[in-house]
């Protein structure tokens, strides 16, 4: 990818860039010590006496960061300056309500993007009544990647100098702020949490797909890490990895951090939605392309803000592999979490990762579903492929000609473990029908096998056996027991499809 193969050469040019430019913009001295710990860390480093530097000229002239108070008349437009107490009165501040602040990231063109104002919006819109505030340090943010990423730290000082002001002048709890930070944002927000002076910490920080480049691997103090807030939960939305870096942060930085389908990738981004972009849009569609599994971090969480009634679980899973089994559907002790502004708040001692899938459209909500089936093969040593479908009759809607995602050849005797996902919430499941997709080579191999093995009328067809399906639902937690309808005759065929129906008392008797 271009913006990629972009991004790696604007790293290469770090050493240059920050030993140069920003050392002459700030006066900064990189030691020859500096430079010795390498070509990414120089620039840090630069930054860190840097950030010192701006730390005694606390309470002086005005912040680069411009803080524009959002309300439904202004859009952003009333600016509150740090240490003018009129700006927040004539910005109708509320202190005794909580507040956001809404923090972007890297920018290539200088202006505020467009999913800024949507997501203000939507946090207006939401039951509580907040105040809002975009940081718009795009002074800072519209420079060479490597610069901006020095200004991060910059920047965080002067949100957390903010919020101290707010403090000391009208009484507000830091304990109050929410700060949501996207791309290079989660990190200026993490900086903004490590940076504020006193034992208390900031609410909450959400980092939504925090950026990878010179940040992936770092220590916990060089970028968005739990340490920042009293809590923190990220997004990761585009890990995907090209030459070694991805675009958002891949290891876990949060409290609780969201894969969404894995985080690498998104669903509704693929190339060919790109050219379909460009050819919608023209040349400006690219750069929307390219963004698309990055911001759709941004996208989710506004999801989570308008549809009240489609809140997102996550669920807790060592890797995407075992989520796409079924394997971690459970909610007990906590193990889920909702994605967006309503997650639960706790705590944890240490990151936990959670993972969940989405559609390609807001509202993004799927249901999940792991499905268990016991199969035995009667055709002995001979491993086999078939394709399965899948249709489930609900109490509110009916799924049909569900593809059955196994991904190993059937053998003798096992149960098979599978996630499906389901864009409507069906109701309660209450009969489910299950087919052997027959294919010609089937039915040549079952010609092949009728020869070697015959069989006289009244003995059955060897095939395969299933008993029963057993389906845990995700959202409801709900566990269902599905059995053969006709008792007598368990054998599945090639075209064939079987009726299974609700059968949790029988299961346990023959059990
Ligand atoms: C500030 O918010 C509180 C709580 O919602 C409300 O009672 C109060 O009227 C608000 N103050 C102003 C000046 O709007
Ligand atoms: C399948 O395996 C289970 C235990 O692994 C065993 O109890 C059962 O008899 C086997 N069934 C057949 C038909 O081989």
């Known amino acids: 990818m271009k913006s990629l193969q972009l991004l790696s050469f604007l790293l290469l040019s770090c050493v240059i860039v920050s030993a140069n430019t920003y050392g002459e913009k700030k006066k900064v001295q990189v030691s020859k010590e500096n430079l010795r710990t390498g070509w990414c860390d120089c620039g840090l480093k630069a930054l860190e006496s840097q950030s010192e530097h701006t730390r005694t000229k606390k309470h002086q002239k005005n912040s680069e960061t411009r803080f524009r108070l959002y309300t439904d008349t202004t859009e952003g437009d009333c600016q509150i300056f740090l240490n003018q107490l009129e700006t927040l009165e004539k910005c109708s501040f509320n202190s005794s309500l909580p507040l956001v602040m809404i923090v972007h990231g890297w920018s290539v063109d200088g202006i505020l993007e467009g999913w800024i104002w949507k997501m203000a919006a939507a946090l207006k819109a939401h039951h509580k009544p907040l105040n809002v505030i975009v940081a718009d340090w795009l002074t800072l943010a519209r420079q060479h990647y490597p610069i901006a990423v020095q200004n991060t730290r910059h920047v965080g000082q002067e949100i957390a100098e903010f919020l101290e002001w707010l403090e000391e002048s009208i009484q507000f709890s830091r304990s109050n702020a929410h700060l949501i930070g996207y791309s290079l944002g989660a990190h200026v927000s993490g900086f903004a949490g490590s940076f504020i002076s006193g034992t208390k910490k900031i609410g909450r920080i959400t980092g939504l797909d925090p950026a990878g480049p010179l940040f992936e691997g770092m220590s916990p103090t060089d970028r968005l890490s739990p340490d920042d807030a009293d809590f923190v939960d990220a997004?990761?939305?585009?890990?995907?990895?090209?030459?070694?870096?991805?675009?958002?942060?891949?290891?876990?930085?949060?409290?609780?951090?969201?894969?969404?389908?894995?985080?690498?990738?998104?669903?509704?981004?693929?190339?060919?939605?790109?050219?379909?972009?460009?050819?919608?849009f023209g040349i400006t569609g690219i750069t929307q392309a390219v963004k698309c599994s990055h911001e759709r971090s941004v996208h989710l969480f506004i999801d989570s803000l308008l549809?009240?009634?489609?809140?997102?679980?996550?669920?807790?899973?060592?890797?995407?592999?075992?989520?796409?089994?079924?394997?971690?559907?459970?909610?007990?002790?906590?193990?889920?979490?909702?994605?967006?502004?309503?997650?639960?708040?706790?705590?944890?001692?240490?990151?936990?990762?959670?993972?969940?899938?989405?559609?390609?459209?807001?509202?993004?909500?799927?249901?999940?579903?792991?499905?268990?089936?016991?199969?035995?093969?009667?055709?002995?040593?001979?491993?086999?492929?078939?394709?399965?479908?899948?249709?489930?009759?609900?109490?509110?809607?009916?799924?049909?000609?569900?593809?059955?995602?196994?991904?190993?050849?059937?053998?003798?005797?096992?149960?098979?473990?599978?996630?499906?996902?389901?864009?409507?919430?069906?109701?309660?499941?209450?009969?489910?029908?299950?087919?052997?997709?027959?294919?010609?080579?089937?039915?040549?191999?079952?010609?092949?096998?009728?020869?070697i093995i015959p069989w006289t009328k009244g003995t059955h067809r060897p095939g395969l056996i299933v008993k029963a399906l057993r389906v845990k639902a995700g959202e409801t937690q709900q566990?269902?027991?599905?059995?053969?309808?006709?008792?007598?005759?368990?054998?599945?065929?090639?075209?064939?499809?079987?009726?299974?129906?609700?059968?949790?008392?029988?299961?346990?008797?023959?059990?």
């Open 235 to 280: 997004i990761h939305t585009f890990t995907k990895q090209h030459m070694g870096l991805s675009v958002g942060i891949k290891q876990p930085v949060a409290h609780f951090d969201f894969y969404p389908n894995g985080g690498t990738f998104q669903p509704g981004c693929h190339i060919l939605h790109v050219y379909n972009h460009i050819a919608q």
């Open 307 to 451: 549809h009240k009634n489609k809140q997102i679980t996550a669920y807790w899973c060592n890797d995407i592999n075992t989520f796409n089994k079924g394997l971690c559907l459970s909610c007990r002790k906590n193990r889920c979490n909702t994605l967006g502004y309503n997650i639960r708040e706790e705590r944890l001692p240490k990151s936990r990762q959670l993972f969940l899938k989405t559609r390609a459209h807001m509202p993004f909500k799927v249901y999940h579903y792991q499905f268990r089936i016991h199969i035995i093969n009667e055709i002995q040593g001979k491993p086999i492929d078939p394709t399965f479908t899948m249709s489930l009759i609900g109490t509110k809607e009916d799924a049909k000609n569900l593809h059955i995602p196994l991904v190993e050849g059937i053998t003798g005797n096992k149960t098979y473990s599978f996630l499906i996902t389901l864009d409507a919430d069906i109701g309660d499941i209450i009969m489910i029908k299950f087919k052997w997709e027959g294919t010609p080579v089937w039915e040549n191999i079952w010609d092949t096998v009728q020869t």
């Open 479 to 511: 566990k269902m027991t599905f059995c053969s309808q006709s008792i007598d005759n368990v054998h599945l065929h090639p075209s064939q499809e079987k009726t299974f129906v609700r059968c949790e008392d029988r299961y346990q008797r023959e059990n």
